[in-house]
């Protein structure tokens, strides 16, 4: 596996200098957060316009990547694919394929995206929906080389406190979406952080499914029981009982999660997701929570 970080929390740093950074401190590869600029989300989450970028522009990214030997090995642009809002939902599978267009104007084999949900729906209803609205889009970045690897945060609250907002968040679910979206260009972002609070044991997940995990996130989850038993695991909120850690600061055994990686034959990127609140806060913060989830990283690889 080779270790990258994604770049959400990074700006205002560009992506030039984010490209140097990465490299001069011994990353491998860069995920890179394709938002559209006017998206708000608790971290800045746009290091590349997709809707500017020009074949001239997506060279001399290219270029330089090559230049200062970092691979850039996903671009995420994370939104509700099945919004029940009509307008919404077309305007995100819009921004999904200039994601898709500029992956392969970078030449870059993979999009992380979420499925999302239709709130309206059940789970069941959704995954047909899914199938309907999504397989066109599948289909249109298989014929750009591009695979989509599908985030399993289940976004609770994101439409309404304590539903799932993105339906991809269990083992059930993902046989089910892969019954319905067969194609091999479609798999897994696998993030263990949210099945520690899930309950749902990663290692086995890794083990399990590394054979339709496209890409792999490094992130964890301390548990707060105090906090869990005053709110109950319906409560929505992070950093209540449940808090998003840098690998080695929450109930993840990280060797083991990896090991299953391997064992399965998953030998892609592994990607750190900084989230950790002790490193919020600015670009030069979130660098030194990179640096520490690299540190603790780099042994176990």
């Known amino acids: 596996m080779k270790l990258g970080f994604l770049t959400v929390g990074l700006s205002p740093l560009s992506l030039d200098e984010i490209l140097r950074w990465g490299a001069t401190n011994g990353f491998e590869t860069v995920e890179i957060g394709c938002w559209p600029p006017a998206h708000k989300r608790a ?14 522009r997506a060279q001399e990214i290219r270029a330089l990547a090559a230049e200062v ?15 029940s809002d009509p307008v919404r ?52 970045a298989r014929e750009k ?4 690897a599908i985030e399993n945060c289940p976004m609770p609250g994101w439409q309404f406190e304590g539903l799932v907002g993105n339906v991809a968040h269990t083992p059930e679910v993902w046989d089910a979406l892969f019954r319905a979206i067969p194609d091999e260009n479609f798999g897994l972002n696998l993030d263990p952080s949210h099945l520690i609070w899930l309950e749902i044991d990663p290692i086995r997940a890794a083990r399990e499914y590394a054979s339709r995990t496209l890409y792999a996130h490094a992130k964890d989850t301390e548990l707060v029981p105090e906090q869990k038993y005053r709110r109950g695991i319906m ?6 009982w449940r808090i998003y850690r840098n690998p080695g600061r929450g109930a993840l055994d990280t060797g083991a999660f990896l090991a299953a990686l391997r064992a399965g034959g998953y030998d892609g990127a592994l990607s750190i997701e900084m989230e950790d609140p002790d490193w919020w806060g600015s670009s030069t913060s979130v660098q030194a929570g990179l640096l520490a989830a690299r540190d603790f990283l780099r042994p176990l690889l």
């Open 43 to 56: 971290f800045d989450g746009m290091q590349l316009d997709v809707t500017t970028l020009t074949p001239a």
């Open 235 to 240: 409560d929505p909120g992070s950093n209540g």
């Open 69 to 83: 030997g970092l691979a850039i090995s996903c671009l995420s642009y994370c939104d509700n694919n099945l919004a």
């Open 89 to 140: 939902r077309k305007a995100n599978l819009e921004h999904l394929g200039k994601v898709i267009d500029a992956a392969a104007l970078l030449r870059v084999d993979t999009v992380c995206a979420f499925v999302g949900r239709d709130e309206t729906k059940t789970i069941a209803d959704n995954i047909q929906l899914a199938a309907q609205i999504l397989t066109p889009t599948v289909r249109y």
């Open 145 to 148: 080389n591009v695979r989509i």
